[in-house]
């Protein structure tokens, strides 16, 4: 079974900056399109940001300029650095592949908790 696991969460104050680990199982991640998604408590899931196979990005108004992604195809990993962290970035962080969303299947992920 398809399985990604988040890591990298914690706490936080305002300014600060964590970067947040992806563990993909399968082969075939690195022509897969990933994504990071997050959830914060009575909210829907939105979109973080997305990195093509071939390292095309693209990311939320939210984060642009605070958040990166990349990817270690090699090591089957997606990160997720992000920095000048606020309160409103509370939530937990989930990773996923693209074309797998449609199943709505989604790890642990992991907890980020912004302190003001």
């Known amino acids: 079974q398809l399985r990604f696991v988040e890591s990298g969460g914690g706490l936080v104050q305002t300014g600060g900056s964590l970067r947040l680990s992806c563990a993909a199982a399968?082969?075939?991640?690195?022509?897969?399109?990933m994504v990071w998604y997050r959830q914060a408590p009575g909210e829907q899931r939105e979109l973080v940001a997305r990195?093509?196979?071939?390292?095309?990005?693209n990311y939320a108004d939210s984060v642009k300029g605070r958040f990166t992604i990349s990817r270690d195809n090699a090591k089957h990993m997606v990160y997720l650095q992000m920095n000048s962290l606020k309160p409103e970035d509370t939530a937990v962080y989930y990773c996923?592949?693209?074309?797998?969303?449609?199943?709505?299947?989604w790890g642990q992920g992991t907890q980020v908790t912004v302190s003001s």
């Open positions: 996923n592949a693209a074309h797998l969303l449609v199943y709505n299947t």
């Open positions: 990195i093509t196979g071939g390292g095309n990005i």
């Open positions: 399968e082969s075939g991640f690195s022509i897969w399109t």
